[in-house]
């Protein structure tokens, strides 16, 4: 079982990035998929997630309405875009499959089953 988040790197301020999450082995379809984040010092946090059937989605206060997750099923892939984005954006995004649903908040990193390698995401001021 293989994650991998891709898709990050340097923008301005202002600026959009999509990340993908996909998998290697396993389908994600079967899964809650979430995305976090941890930057330098900090510790790693939920930004997004999306159940299995992508009807749900939740979203932190510092993100909504500039990052959307969604899904597609038939290439196995969850997306975060990311739009405005922020210097305090700037963080190592990781996506992570679980089978926890999604009621309200997203879940905590240690209720995620699956976890992918990093992908960097830079935004300068």
């Known amino acids: 079982v293989q994650l991998q988040a891709s898709g990050g790197g340097l923008v301005q301020a202002g600026g959009s990035l999509r990340l993908s999450c996909a998998a290697s082995?396993?389908?994600?379809?079967?899964?809650?998929i979430g995305w976090f984040r941890q930057a330098p010092g900090k510790e790693r946090e939920g930004v997004s997630c999306?159940?299995?059937?992508?009807?749900?989605?939740s979203y932190i206060d510092s993100v909504k309405g500039r990052f959307t997750v969604s899904r597609d099923y038939a290439k196995n892939t969850v997306y975060l875009q990311m739009t405005s984005l922020k210097p305090e954006d700037t963080a190592v995004y990781y996506c992570a499959a679980g089978w926890r649903r999604v009621v309200g908040a997203c879940p905590r990193p240690g209720e995620m089953d699956y976890w992918g390698a990093g992908t960097q995401v830079t935004v300068s001021s």
């Open positions: 999306i159940n299995s059937s992508g009807g749900t989605t």
């Open positions: 082995g396993f389908t994600l379809n079967r899964y809650t």
